[in-house]
């Protein structure tokens, strides 16, 4: 039989802190109308506390995980973590992680893509399975995005919230698992959106902390434009190449940047909004983590053999597609973060 790498478990990680739409009308010129009408976002988490990275959010994603799928730490061969926001330049996140749960016998890497990075690291791991080299992996999907929002831009700092989530690989010779994907990206995104510095090109300095360009900056328009034909046309393209319409698609799992972006994928799909998975209104666009997040809070109604297809969009450009056959019913016990 055909070898595929399936997603056997799922865990994920919120923050308490809650950050209200109303909280931000003390911040910024806007109101809780304004915020919904536009994006569809009534709150979002933050992580708190002094030293608190992006790792200890998907340290406690993936430890939820291994508890759930009864997994040992020293039974874990890979572990890929996509984001946007790392503790540090490095060492990578995902080494951060891999410390903090006991993860000693595998080697762990970031992967960069923006909002698109968690599509990304699925389809590098699910190849490491696919070639038969690995039989646990773990990809993480983690962004404290606070971490560079700017709280005197309306634009953007209604938009971001912290997270992390994680799923597990397995090999299944049953059918089920990550089945196709399509890929992409664009050098022509560069300056739509982007973090102006903080990088080789700008590295920090007084100038560029005054300036306020250590933050999120994005062309709202033209990211809007590119976002809804991006998503659209390669979970289009997935479908129809698998045989997949809307009657035979359970759910469409997009990335949660702007409610509007996910109608209108959604419509171009022709997918009923019943078969969307949607949780902006209570995370905002917490980037890499949008997707496990999604397969979290949904993994109580996902049945074995349910047709997905994940799609996302990232600075950039970045964008992608995934089938995915899921592998199990739901188990006893919580289901989401």
Request: glycine share 10%.
């Amino acid at each position: 039989m055909k070898l595929t790498a399936a997603i056997t478990g799922v865990g994920a990680y919120v923050p308490e802190y809650v950050l209200t739409n109303q909280e931000l009308e003390k911040l910024v010129d806007t109101n809780d109308e304004w915020i919904q009408t536009r994006t569809g976002i009534k709150e979002r988490r933050i992580l708190k506390g002094e030293n608190q990275g992006t790792s200890v959010m998907a340290i406690k994603a993936v430890q939820q995980l291994l508890d759930k799928t009864g997994t040992k730490p020293e039974d874990v061969e890979l572990l890929i973590c996509a984001t946007t926001t790392p503790d540090m330049v490095f060492p990578a996140t995902a080494n951060i992680i891999s410390e903090g749960v006991g993860i000693k016998n595998a080697f762990s890497y970031d992967i960069s893509a923006a909002c698109s990075g968690f599509l990304f690291a699925l389809a590098t791991g699910a190849s490491f399975v696919r070639a038969g080299l690995y039989k646990k992996v773990i990809v993480v999907g983690a962004d404290k995005m606070s971490a560079i929002t700017d709280y005197t831009d309306r634009s953007t700092c209604i938009l971001f919230g912290d997270g992390a989530g994680a799923v597990m690989l397995e090999p299944s010779t049953d059918g089920y698992g990550i089945l196709d994907q399509e890929l992409r990206s664009d050098g022509i995104g560069e300056n739509y959106l982007f973090q102006k510095a903080g990088g080789s090109r700008r590295p920090p300095s007084i100038e560029t902390v005054t300036n306020r360009e250590h933050f999120v900056y994005q062309e709202g328009a033209t990211v809007y434009k590119f976002a809804v034909k991006g998503m659209a046309d390669v979970a289009g393209t997935v479908a129809e190449r698998n045989g997949l319409n809307a009657d035979t698609i359970d759910w469409l799992v997009p990335h949660q940047a702007n409610k509007r972006i996910i109608d209108a994928t959604a419509n171009r799909v022709g997918i009923g909004s019943d078969k969307v998975m949607l949780n902006i209104y209570k995370y905002g666009n917490t980037t890499n983590a949008t997707i496990p997040l999604c397969l979290s809070d949904y993994e109580s109604q996902l049945r074995r053999g349910n047709n997905l297809i994940l799609a996302a969009f990232g600075g950039g450009f970045t964008w992608g597609a995934l089938y995915v056959k899921w592998a199990y019913d739901p188990k006893p016990g919580p289901q989401n973060a």
